[in-house]
């Protein structure tokens, strides 16, 4: 798979379940909507939270991530970091996620709303319909 299938992949999925680490060093995890594109040749998920969220204070801590997202036999995991957007990259990442989740305009309004993006560190796919199952590592600029 290229960083385009997993783009692709990504927006037609939408959903995915992130993990973060609790600073007691338990992991969290959560189902999340990402919102996905490609810039400057990377790949970029971007999702809201409450700022009262664990996954929020536990990113604001320390900022790795890993999610995994799946249809049928096929799954891509990434391990990211993860930032809060600022200025044009943050508007550029909120016309992304609303894009993708017309909802999120209520979301926007919220006072705790917060959007964070995560940049890929590593990516695997893993289709098990084939045999022998098709795993690879995607390369990332």
Known sequence: MSLDDVLRFLRDTKLVTCASVHADG?????????????????????????????KHANLVRDGRIAV???????TVQIEARADQPTGDDLARAKAVYLAAFPDGAEREAWPDIAY???RP????????ATTPPAIHEVALS
């Open 26 to 54: 338990a992991p969290q995890a959560a189902v999340i909507g990402v919102a996905a594109e490609i810039v400057d040749g990377t790949l970029e998920l971007v999702f809201d939270t409450s700022s009262r969220s664990r």
């Open 68 to 74: 995994v997202a799946w249809r049928d036999a096929m």
């Open 116 to 118: 964070w993006r995560l």
């Open 121 to 128: 560190t590593w990516i695997r796919t893993s289709d098990f």
